[in-house]
């Protein structure tokens, strides 16, 4: 069991490091390093498969004073290879915690360094780009630590979908819920089997996507990434949705192929990384950003209508709009940096997001995406 107060080390492959105080698991983790913008939803990105791979650094300073709790949960268990933190509440004040942030990271053997100073590790990784680091509670070695961070793969070129990824198909059946749907039975099954029937393939999906969908009238089963294409079809589908997932789309080269036998035979909508995976189908590229886009405060421009909405991200790379020539449209681009956030293919009924319009924490400006999903469905394709 960790204890606060024992030390912990973060060294950045390019030896910079920083020394804080462990509040999770005792141990060590390599990862690539990058900074949340978030201010709320720490246990969301927790709990986020897409962060497979990764030491989170929260931006915001006071992390852990609401706790953790058993419905603000992502997947069924943190996938975050550590947790970065300026200042860590270890005493939650919210009636619905049922423990404290720490005692959750420790159950669950992610090891979490507070007391850095998370701007200056921020400003380094915005300058520099994203870094592969290492977080330990048991080393301070700084050379020994750095040696064996450089021994270790960097997340291109990795298929991160299979470690995160469903075993076997399953029925998703919970819709969205508020504090006066607090009672889990009441939510139980909010589908509907009469709606859109949608497979969803789990790259690593979100729960909070799987709930958006149930309340814009689908019937959900979520399949694992590897399922082939026509073995989908036998289902019948109305429509398939390309899930969000950790790293790298390139290796994902399965999926890529089965997105290109499903295309033009079902209409299909993807997030994130299922996002850049129908860039990679249609013959596009992909790249790797500096730092990535992770927070809820990214303003992307939808092209068709000039309207501009706050969006919740999270990812490292982006697809090259250059490389898809007349085989899509660009509907949205973020302002901050002009990438590609979103693409409607041309002659096919087909499109995609490189944002989160489920917003688990984050802006519900996109929620609409799911309504023009079924709606798109609805009409046949």
């Given at each position: 069991?960790?204890?606060r107060?024992r030390?912990?080390?973060l060294?950045?492959?390019?030896g910079?490091?920083?020394e804080?105080t462990?509040?999770g698991a005792?141990?060590?983790?390599?990862g690539e390093v990058?900074?949340n913008?978030s201010?709320?939803?720490y246990q969301e990105?927790l709990?986020?498969p897409?962060y497979?791979?990764q030491i989170?650094?929260?931006t915001?300073?006071e992390?852990g004073n609401?706790?953790v709790?058993?419905?603000d949960?992502?997947s069924?268990?943190?996938?975050v290879?550590g947790?970065?933190?300026k200042h860590?509440n270890p005493?939650p004040?919210?009636?619905?915690?049922r423990?404290s942030?720490?005692?959750?990271?420790?159950?669950?053997r992610?090891?979490a360094?507070?007391g850095i100073d998370?701007?200056?590790?921020?400003?380094?990784l915005?300058d520099?780009g994203?870094?592969?680091?290492i977080?330990?509670?048991?080393h301070?070695?700084?050379r020994?630590l750095l040696?064996?961070?450089?021994?270790?793969?960097?997340?291109?070129?990795r298929d991160l979908v299979?470690?995160?990824t469903?075993k076997k198909?399953y029925?998703?059946?919970?819709?969205?819920w508020?504090?006066?749907?607090?009672?889990?039975s009441d939510?139980?099954d909010?589908?509907?089997?009469?709606?859109?029937k949608v497979v969803?393939?789990?790259?690593g999906?979100?729960?909070?996507i799987l709930?958006?969908?149930?309340d814009?009238g689908?019937?959900?089963?979520v399949?694992?990434?590897?399922?082939p294409?026509?073995e989908?079809?036998k289902?019948?589908?109305?429509g398939?949705?390309?899930s969000?997932?950790p790293?790298d789309?390139e290796?994902?080269s399965y999926?890529?192929?089965t997105?290109?036998?499903?295309?033009?035979?079902v209409p299909?909508?993807?997030?994130?990384?299922?996002?850049?995976?129908?860039?990679l189908?249609?013959g596009?590229?992909?790249?790797k950003l500096k730092?990535?886009?992770?927070?809820?405060?990214?303003p992307?421009?939808?092209l068709?209508?000039g309207?501009?909405e706050?969006?919740?991200?999270?990812?490292?790379?982006?697809v090259?709009t250059d490389?898809?020539r007349?085989?899509?449209?660009?509907t949205h681009?973020?302002?901050n940096?002009?990438?590609v956030?979103?693409?409607?293919?041309?002659?096919?009924?087909?499109?995609?997001?490189?944002?989160?319009?489920?917003?688990?924490p984050g802006p519900?400006?996109a929620?609409y995406?799911f309504?023009?999903f079924v709606e798109?469905?609805?009409?046949?394709g």
């Open positions: 069991m960790a204890t107060n030390k912990a080390w060294v950045l492959e390019d910079v490091a920083f804080g462990s509040f005792e141990g060590e983790r390599i990058v900074f913008t201010m709320t939803g990105i709990t986020d897409s497979q791979g989170v650094v929260m915001y300073p992390i609401y706790g709790n058993p419905e949960v992502e069924w268990r943190p996938f290879e947790f970065v933190v860590y005493i004040s919210n009636f619905r915690a423990q942030l720490g005692k959750y990271l420790d159950k669950n992610i090891p360094i507070e998370t701007r200056a590790l921020t400003r380094h915005r520099q994203a870094k592969m680091g977080l330990s509670t048991s301070g070695d700084k020994q040696k064996k961070l450089r021994a270790a793969p960097n997340l291109v070129g299979k470690a995160v469903c198909p029925r998703w059946r919970e819709g969205t508020s504090l006066n749907l607090s009672d889990r939510r139980s909010r589908s509907d089997k009469r709606g859109c969803a393939y789990d790259f999906i979100k729960r909070n709930r958006n969908l149930v814009a689908c019937d959900v089963m399949v694992p990434a590897s399922m294409a026509a989908v079809l289902r019948n589908p109305a398939v949705f390309l969000n997932g790293g789309p290796p994902v999926a890529v192929e997105i290109r036998r499903l295309l033009g035979k299909i909508f993807g997030i994130c990384l299922g996002h850049q995976l129908l860039g189908a249609l596009g590229k992909t790249y730092f990535g886009h992770h927070g809820g405060n990214q992307v421009q939808d068709t209508t309207k501009v706050i969006t919740a991200q999270n990812h490292g790379f982006a090259d490389s898809l007349d085989k899509a449209e660009l681009i973020n302002l940096d002009r990438t956030e979103g693409l409607r293919l041309t002659g096919v009924p087909a499109f995609s997001v490189q944002y989160h319009p489920e917003a688990s519900h400006d929620h995406l309504e023009r798109l469905m609805k009409e046949g």
